[in-house]
């Protein structure tokens, strides 16, 4: 298969979903919405959508069925950014390429886009799904599991650690574990919540969330490694990477050749994963593979 054409492809579907799902810009919030969209529909990879969509793909079923959830993964996954990007955290000019959400409108304006977008995530997810595969109870599951995974035990509190990590010299073990949190959980609930929303059974849930697991694993690392090298559109500015906010980074406590090493074995442990599921999960391989070899 052609994993770019795939990625266009869903990545239209994502971005047509979210345009429709998302209010218009009008009436007296016409400012609110167009700092919501202005920085949700800038571009961006929607990786965490598209895992969604080809996680139920892999089962096989209609993922379409599914789009709000994967719109409501990609709001949640903004609002982090435009927060993160905000003077009292990393303090970032660029997001997607252009003025971040705050440089724009604003502190005040952007800090609200943020929490729009995520409690609009959670009103979309809420809505009845168009499926017979998921039960109330099943979709109860699903957005609990979304909240426990952006929560003070997932990625908000990975941004806590990470934070508090600023400066400090810390273990890999340490290290590992802000980046479970703050950017392998979100990645890993994704691919959950496609499983869920496709009817996966009790093994398949599991070898899904173990393939989740490993590329959020590979996702962080090669975004240290795009740190380091510089390609990364989104951190890649020497000035402004982690390495130089004097962050921990996995190739200044591995080195690149075993950070590199680290990488390949959190996709070859994913794509083992799936070693139950037939040629529907193809997409789920070659985006891991695509992970872990992307230049941004
Ligand atoms: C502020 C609550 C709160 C959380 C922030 C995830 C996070 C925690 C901050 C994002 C900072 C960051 C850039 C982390 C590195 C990994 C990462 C999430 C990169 C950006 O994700 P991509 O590459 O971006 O999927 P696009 O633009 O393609 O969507």
Redesign the pocket.
């Known amino acids: 298969m052609d994993i770019k054409q795939y990625l266009n492809h869903r990545c239209q579907e994502v971005e047509q979903a979210l345009d429709q799902l998302l209010p218009p810009i009008e009436g007296p919030l016409a400012g609110h919405v167009e700092a919501m969209r202005y920085s949700l529909l800038a ?6 959508p598209i895992l969604c969509l080809a996680a139920a793909e892999a089962l096989p079923t209609d993922s379409r069925p599914l789009l709000p959830v994967a719109a409501a993964l990609e709001c949640i ?5 435009i ?2 990007d905000l003077p009292a ?2 303090d970032d000019d660029l ?2 390429g252009n003025p971040t959400c705050h440089k724009k409108f604003g502190e005040a304006a952007a800090i609200l886009a943020g929490d729009g977008l995520l409690s609009f995530a959670f009103e979309l997810l809420a809505r009845p799904l168009a499926t017979k595969n998921i039960s109330a109870g099943e979709q109860l599951h699903l957005i609990g599991n979304i909240a426990a995974a ?1 929560g003070p035990m997932g ?2 509190g ?2 806590v650690l ?1 934070i508090e990590a600023e400066g400090r010299q810390i273990e890999l073990e340490q290290l590992q574990q802000i980046h479970r949190c ?2 392998g959980a ?1 990645i890993t609930v994704a691919v959950q919540s496609g499983a869920i929303g496709g009817g996966a059974d009790r093994r398949q849930y599991e070898a899904l969330t173990s393939y989740g697991e490993q590329i959020g694993l590979a ?2 690392i090669v ?1 240290d490694l795009l740190n380091v090298t510089g390609d ?1 559109t ?2 890649g500015k020497a000035a402004g990477s982690d390495a130089a906010r004097g962050k921990a980074t996995y190739p200044a406590l591995l080195g690149l050749e075993a950070t590199r090493r680290q990488a390949d074995e959190a996709v070859a442990g994913a794509i083992t994963a799936l070693n139950g599921f037939g040629e529907e999960a193809e997409p789920l391989r070659e985006l891991a593979r695509y992970i872990a070899a992307r230049r ?1």
């Open positions: 571009g961006g990879k929607r990786i965490r996954h903004t609002y982090s950014l927060h993160d955290m990393d997001r997607r952006i990625m908000v990975g941004q990470d703050k950017t979100l996702f962080q975004d990364s989104t951190l941004k």
